[in-house]
T-cell receptor
Framework: AQKVTQAQTEISVVEKEDVTLDCVYETRDTTYYLFWYKQPPSGELVFLIRRNSFDEQNEISGRYSWNFQKSTSSFNFTITASQVVDSAVYFCALSEAQGSSNTGKLIFGQGTTLQVKP | DAGITQSPRHKVTETGTPVTLRCHQTENHRYMYWYRQDPGHGLRLIHYSYGVKDTDKGEVSDGYSVSRSKTEDFLLTLESATSSQTSVYFC?????????????FGSGTRLTVV
């Protein structure tokens, strides 16, 4: 069965600190997708990144970076020089690969609440 | 961007009453999903649909039913609401292929059962 674990329930940092949010996943599929979503206090889910299982390149987008390691089944998310606006709940999620026979269910981790203090 | 709307946005209902939440999409996406969000649990899948009249259960389907009579609408019904169903409900659609593969979520429905 597929499973996503975000062991950090809450993290509190001071502005400008770097912070890493951990995500560990389990799946028997060889082809799958990993996602990160941000949920700000307003409540909507904001897509941040998608990675497929064949692409282990790390990705950087501004202050955000992602480290995907299949060997440890991890897909960690780092915010560099955090800002108050980064305060949110962050979710890691896993879906099975595309295909006519799969259902594309998205399995979420429990979420990590990040508080960035000024 | 796929248009997806949920209604109502907020609802307070009494224990034992039936409640229906609606998810509407403006594009003909085949796959639609209902999730509930609770503290400490993230989002958990209730039911999903892979076409008109084609639905299946997720991990927390007890007490919920769904219907999809049209491609654009996916309804979630609580037959007899209980306090444990107080939650935020999100609808999602799956869209795109390859590099564009992804999910779009509605704004959520905050349901309180008193």
């Amino acid at each position: 069965a597929q499973k996503v674990t975000q062991a950090q329930t809450e993290i509190s940092v001071v502005e400008k600190e770097d912070v890493t949010l951990d995500c560990v996943y389990e799946t028997r599929d060889t082809t799958y997708y990993l996602f990160w979503y941000k949920q700000p206090p307003s409540g909507e889910l904001v897509f941040l990144i998608r990675r497929n299982s064949f692409d282990e390149q790390n990705e950087i987008s501004g202050r955000y970076s992602w480290n995907f390691q299949k060997s440890t089944s991890s897909f960690n998310f780092t915010i560099t020089a955090s800002q108050v606006v980064d305060s949110a709940v962050y979710f890691c999620a896993l879906s099975e690969a595309q295909g006519s026979s799969n259902t594309g269910k998205l399995i979420f981790g429990q979420g990590t609440t990040l508080q960035v203090k000024p | 961007d796929a248009g997806i709307t949920q209604s109502p946005r907020h609802k307070v209902t009494e224990t034992g009453t039936p409640v229906t939440l609606r998810c509407h999409q403006t594009e003909n996406h085949r796959y639609m999903y209902w999730y509930r969000q609770d503290p400490g649990h993230g989002l958990r899948l209730i039911h999903y649909s892979y076409g008109v009249k084609d639905t299946d259960k997720g991990e927390v389907s007890d007490g919920y039913s769904v219907s999809r009579s049209k491609t654009e609408d996916f309804l979630l019904t609580l037959e007899s609401a209980t306090s444990s169903q107080t939650s935020v409900y999100f609808c999602a659609i799956r869209s795109g292929v390859g590099a564009n593969y992804g999910y779009t979520f509605g704004s959520g429905t905050r349901l309180t059962v008193v």
